[in-house]
């Protein structure tokens, strides 16, 4: 009999299907010695060629990855189970495609590209432009394409080569695998390989619209399958045949549960000047690795696996695990509470919620009830410790002892340790080509850095440059799996002074156009909850949803920093990901710069309507303001922006110098800016901006306008016409003025000043 254990379940369930993308690359040659091999299988199911039950198990035998004969057994028969590990695989398959038969492969399928999700979603708008994703690694995808690959089967070929030299990179560099166990590296290489080369594969395409991952159809099979394992783990390694018959559709044996930062944009924006973007970013960084490691603190202490992660990103994660978990959240949730009231007091800590879920529900809108409770819980933060430490939490800090300002902890000396630990953060980021996740047993009697409170969970950061089983912080370079997990989940771009050190806010500032200001851009998806809940359909699998999760983060993740990278150099990205961003940047650039990413998100989105984002911008009145009032400030305007309703649209849009302007009147907008600006380069008297600022409002008496651009008209008769052209463009029907014309005044005035 098969010993069960977590490390079998995982890598049975995640290769399940690996055959469906071994068979598209069609090596020919392979084919005859496969139809050898198993013989007896392919007969007894009356087929006439492999199947990809065939390729994945042939594949996996060859590989030199651990327990080759049991994985190979499971992966071969996953459709017609022959022990208990290949019925459980067979279940979670099941679950995981919505119960789902379309995907078995077909010899005389044709092979296609992936559709992309979220060029589907429908809510408001039913015609969809079907885009496609190209056969590609996921961190070299660059854009949709309008047809499918003339070669595809060309490219399946080449990124299954690149896969399978990997795999033997893998190998290679671990040796005795059969003795690690889930927590190692090796396991989570072994995730995020699959990540980048299967996410842009689709998991079925014979009756089905080719729309979810094979990836996230995989690492969803995974996370299902170890979550009922753990449920039943005595039954399964005691090799109970009756197990699966106390397993019901509708008996509540998994648990979701959410994590979600409170307190994250007071604790990431509430920093000094100095060194101000380093320290931003240094924070945006833990905030994003503190969840990382919170996730990871449960899930390893509970024995499940990286696959149990379903999402981190925004701000939050979702894992997914057996009922049982459910029971321990109070326990965990106090650990939590107790390590972040040591490290941060009330400003910031991670609120759990969770609910016992039923193989039915992973298929209705469980991520909108959970995210409810979670919201609940923000009302009551510090609930488990609160009576322990109520004298703690609500007694007045002694205003005679010298405090920083930031993190209100004793100063010794002039610099505060703990606060200038990000700043180190930040520069260690910019430094250093990788960091490791290591665990410790490390004893802290005195929270002086960020790696203090990681430690407080059983782990540290360290950078250095080409460390082994790190991640990488550059996005640009190919990762070599047997050196390196994968990359930085957390925007990592920066603008550097000429020195190379990093950009300060008077070096972004002195950067502008015109008036030597920095500001900020804040933006996020429009409708996210009903994308989730209605734009995928009636009952969608988790796999569907989590390949939507997989595109939004990787356009947020990698490509608006492209973005900015590529085109807007002097802005700092200091957080990106799950929905949301927020961008720090000479003023000038920020306009330019949220059309460009509203752009790409709509070629990203195959021009679906239905899929938007908003945007406001703010900026500083001074080099040195506090970044969080201007922060505050932004986020104040896009709430505005997200209220914006007009003529059928509503949300959508961007705030911009105290008006609010929809993404469709932009492009005018913007027109109707450089004509103005234009007459100002020109020599043409300030004058004009004040005059039509004066007529913008309600009431006037516009046949004086009609004058004054006559008489502008006739002092400059070399673009006489010109400027009489212009009054016709912002004059609308009713000899009103343009609505945006006050919101364009000022942008014009700021950008033609001086200093």
């Not at 007894?44 to 994985?71: M, T």
């Not at 009147?665 to 300030?686: A, D, G, H």
């Not at 039509?692 to 409002?697: E, K, M, N, T």
């Not at 400027?723 to 912002?730: T, V």
């Amino acid at each position: 009999m098969m010993e069960l254990t977590v490390e079998k379940v995982f890598l049975a369930s995640i290769f399940h299907d690996i055959g469906k993308f071994y068979q598209r690359a069609e090596i020919n040659s392979l084919k005859k010695i496969i139809t050898e091999t198993y013989r007896y299988s392919i007969e007894s199911s009356k087929s006439y060629s492999p199947r990809h039950q065939e390729w994945g198990a042939y594949f996996y035998k060859n590989s030199g990855l651990p327990y080759k004969n049991e994985i190979e057994g499971v992966i071969l028969n996953h459709h017609s189970p022959i022990n208990l590990l290949s019925e459980l695989v067979q279940l979670a398959d099941h679950v995981s495609a919505n119960e789902r038969e379309d995907y078995i492969s077909s010899e005389n399928e044709r092979v296609k590209n992936m559709v992309s999700t979220l060029s589907l979603v429908s809510l408001k708008y039913n015609k969809k432009n079907k885009k496609y994703k190209r056969v590609s690694r996921l961190s070299e995808f660059k854009e949709l394409i309008d047809r499918e690959e003339e070669n595809i089967k060309l490219s399946y070929k080449n990124l299954w080569n690149e896969f399978e030299e990997q795999v033997k990179n893998i190998v290679r560099e671990h040796k005795n695998t059969e003795k690690l166990d889930i927590t190692d590296p090796f396991y989570e290489k072994i995730y995020y390989l699959l990540k980048e080369y299967t996410s842009n594969v689709p998991s079925a395409f014979f009756y089905s619209e080719p729309e979810i991952s094979l990836f996230s159809h995989l690492s969803t099979t995974a996370a299902i399958a170890i979550s009922i394992f753990k449920q039943y783990e005595d039954g399964f390694k005691n090799g109970d045949i009756n197990i699966f018959k106390g397993i019901k559709s509708d008996k509540k044996i998994m648990g979701i549960v959410k994590g979600d930062v409170s307190g994250i944009q007071n604790f990431i924006y509430n920093v000094s000047q100095e060194h101000a973007v380093k320290k931003l970013r240094g924070r945006s960084f833990y905030v994003s690795y503190l969840l990382e490691i919170i996730a990871r603190y449960i899930i390893y202490s509970e024995k499940l696996s990286i696959s149990n992660v379903i999402y981190n990103g925004g701000g939050h994660f979702y894992l997914l695990g057996p009922a049982i978990l459910i029971d321990k959240l109070s326990y965990y949730q106090k650990k939590i509470e107790e390590n972040l009231f040591k490290a941060h007091g009330i400003e910031l800590t991670v609120n759990l919620s969770g609910e016992k879920i039923s193989l039915n529900e992973l298929s209705g809108e469980l991520f909108k009830n959970i995210s409810e409770k979670v919201e609940d819980k923000k009302f009551r933060k510090f609930e488990s410790i609160l009576k322990k430490n109520h004298e703690e939490i609500f007694n007045l800090k002694d205003v005679s002892q010298n405090l920083c300002p930031y993190c209100h902890r004793e100063l010794i000396g002039e610099k505060c340790e703990f606060c200038e630990s990000f700043a180190e953060l930040g520069d260690f980021l910019t430094k250093k080509n990788s960091f490791k996740i290591l665990k410790t047993n490390k004893k802290v009697e005195k929270i002086n850095s960020y790696n203090d409170i990681f430690n407080l969970f059983g782990y540290e950061i360290k950078f250095g440059d080409n460390l082994k089983d790190s991640y990488l912080t550059v996005k640009d370079k190919k990762i070599d799996f047997g050196r390196y997990i994968y990359i930085i989940k957390s925007a990592n771009y920066v603008p550097k002074k000429d020195d190379g050190s990093i950009a300060d806010l008077e070096t972004i500032a002195n950067n502008s156009n015109g008036i030597k200001k920095w500001g900020v851009l804040r933006g996020d998806v429009d409708n996210l909850g009903k994308v989730f809940g209605k734009g995928l359909g009636d009952k969608p699998p988790i796999s569907k949803k989590a390949t939507l999760s997989q595109e939004i983060e990787i356009f947020f993740g990698k490509f608006l920093e492209d973005i900015v990278r590529e085109r807007f150099p002097n802005s700092s990205v200091i957080y990106s990901g799950g929905d949301d961003f927020f961008i720090l940047g000479p003023w000038s650039d920020l306009p330019n710069l949220a059309w460009e990413i509203q752009k790409s998100l709509r070629s990203f989105s195959g021009e679906n309507k239905d899929i938007t984002v908003s945007m406001a911008m703010e900026f500083a009145p001074a080099k040195k303001y506090p970044v969080y009032r201007v922060a505050l400030g932004a986020g104040n305007n896009l709430d505005i922006a997200k209220n914006y309703k007009r003529n059928g649209y509503e949300k959508n849009a961007f705030f911009n110098f105290n008006k609010v302007v929809g993404w469709e009147e932009f492009e005018e907008y913007t027109l109707i800016k450089e004509k103005l600006e234009s007459f100002i380069n020109k020599n043409i008297t300030r004058k004009v901006l004040y005059v039509l600022r004066h007529f913008s409002g309600e009431n006037r008496k516009i046949w004086r306008l009609f004058y004054y651009f006559s008489r502008l008209a006739d002092r400059n008769k070399e673009i006489g016409k010109e400027i009489l052209g212009f009054l016709d463009l912002i004059l609308r029907n009713d000899n009103k003025l343009y609505k945006h014309i006050d919101s364009i005044t000022y942008w014009v005035e700021y950008e033609t000043r001086e200093g």
